[in-house]
């Protein structure tokens, strides 16, 4: 790897706001978009996980995602109520939204445009899959394969989240630093489902950067509100002609594993990995398997279109 193996954060104006973004690896390489989650910064998508996928030849990108860590935080939108779950799940009567999951996708192509890139891999974790699904519909010329991680299509069918993880998605922000370290460690232990020593040694350190970089609960409730503005993607992901990969894990508590199972059967070809004993999360001892299958994916979808 060259000199350009490492880019520190930039700031890129995109579709109206700024977009915090890192690159990894080679300049000339293929481009890759790591796309976060709900009220997930991009160092999620962990150091080491993103020099990992580099050294596979990809030019690996993470960004904070509109209202999240260093990029444009925006205005608006009150925090969810339990009365609008309902009204959502029984009635049906959409949830308000100051923007929508096609917004947060138009800022992904609003920031391949400003870094030059006119398709790449992509590559979203549950909310970042769903904006990287949305961008496989409406903007299929800029997507060379699509890697949809622990999300799903929108379906109102696939069954709910666990009680305690929606519990822990609906609980008020922490007010203090004390109180969001051990918040954060509380929630992995959660979506983790299980004991995983490696995480857990490093959930302090991770909870620090994040914190130092700023959190911005109101944002995190827009964000939760766009998803369920945005209804389901399952009929429109039937005209997705990118090559797919669907990974999802078997425990998953947040998005059910059905609702990656609903995912691989919507899109034409796609191919559908479960992982055994992985919850909503991306733990490192199952690093090499999930790194192998986007590096296998997307380099073959590279040579076919070659």
Same mark, same amino acid.
Not at 217 to 237: M, Y
Not at 258 to 272: F, P, Q, V
Not at 273 to 302: R, S, Y
């Given at each position: 790897?060259?000199?350009?193996?490492?880019?520190?954060?930039?700031?890129?104006?995109?579709?109206?706001?700024?977009?915090?973004?890192? @690159?990894?690896?080679?300049?000339?390489?293929?481009? %890759?978009?790591?796309?976060? !989650?709900?009220?997930?910064?991009?160092?999620?998508?962990?150091?080491?996980?993103?020099?990992?996928?580099? @050294?596979?030849?990809?030019?690996?990108?993470?960004?904070?995602?509109?209202?999240?860590?260093?990029?444009?935080?925006?205005?608006?939108?009150?925090?969810?109520?339990?009365?609008?779950?309902?009204?959502? =799940?029984?009635?049906?009567?959409?949830?308000?939204?100051?923007?929508?999951?096609?917004?947060?996708?138009?800022?992904?192509?609003?920031? %391949?445009?400003?870094?030059?890139?006119?398709?790449?891999?992509?590559?979203?974790?549950?909310? !970042?899959?769903?904006?990287?699904?949305?961008?496989?519909?409406?903007?299929?010329?800029?997507?060379?394969?699509?890697?949809?991680?622990?999300? *799903?299509?929108?379906?109102?069918?696939?069954?709910?989240?666990?009680?305690?993880?929606?519990?822990?998605?609906?609980?008020?922000?922490? *007010?203090?630093?004390?109180?969001?370290?051990?918040?954060?460690?509380?929630?992995?232990?959660?979506?983790?489902?299980?004991?995983?020593?490696?995480?857990?040694?490093?959930?302090?350190?991770?909870?620090?950067?994040?914190?130092?970089?700023?959190?911005?609960?109101?944002?995190?409730? =827009?964000?939760?509100?766009?998803?369920?503005?945005?209804? @389901?993607?399952?009929?429109?992901?039937?005209?997705?002609?990118?090559? *797919?990969?669907?990974?999802?894990?078997?425990?998953?508590?947040?998005?059910?594993?059905?609702?990656?199972?609903?995912?691989?059967?919507?899109?034409?070809?796609?191919?559908?990995? %479960?992982?055994?004993?992985? !919850?909503?999360?991306?733990?490192?001892?199952?690093?090499?398997?999930?790194?192998?299958?986007?590096?296998?994916?997307?380099?073959?979808?590279?040579?076919?279109?070659?």
């Amino acid at each position: 790897m060259t000199s350009l193996a490492h880019q520190p954060p930039q700031i890129a104006r995109a579709n109206g706001i700024d977009i915090c973004y890192e @690159s990894f690896g080679d300049a000339g390489a293929e481009p %890759m978009l790591l796309i976060m !989650g709900l009220g997930a910064q991009m160092i999620l998508w962990d150091d080491e996980f993103c020099r990992e996928l580099a @050294s596979r030849g990809f030019r690996v990108i993470r960004f904070d995602n509109r209202d999240i860590g260093k990029s444009s935080h925006l205005s608006g939108g009150k925090r969810l109520t339990p009365l609008e779950l309902l009204k959502l =799940r029984f009635l049906k009567i959409p949830v308000q939204a100051p923007y929508k999951l096609r917004d947060m996708a138009e800022d992904t192509t609003g920031l %391949m445009d400003a870094l030059g890139i006119k398709s790449a891999h992509l590559v979203g974790a549950s909310m !970042g899959g769903m904006i990287a699904q949305e961008i496989a519909i409406s903007f299929p010329h800029r997507v060379g394969s699509l890697t949809s991680i622990m999300s *799903t299509t929108g379906n109102p069918k696939v069954p709910p989240p666990t009680r305690e993880a929606a519990a822990m998605l609906m609980a008020p922000p922490p *007010t203090t630093k004390e109180e969001y370290l051990k918040r954060f460690a509380q929630t992995w232990k959660v979506l983790r489902v299980g004991s995983f020593p490696l995480d857990e040694a490093k959930d302090l350190e991770r909870a620090e950067r994040t914190f130092a970089r700023g959190l911005n609960p109101n944002g995190v409730g =827009r964000q939760l509100r766009a998803i369920l503005a945005s209804g @389901s993607r399952k009929e429109r992901l039937h005209a997705v002609k990118a090559p *797919t990969l669907v990974i999802h894990g078997t425990v998953d508590p947040l998005v059910r594993p059905e609702g990656g199972k609903d995912t691989a059967a919507s899109i034409h070809g796609a191919r559908l990995l %479960m992982i055994e004993g992985m !919850g909503h999360a991306l733990p490192i001892p199952m690093w090499p398997q999930i790194i192998d299958a986007i590096d296998k994916h997307a380099h073959g979808a590279a040579a076919r279109a070659a």
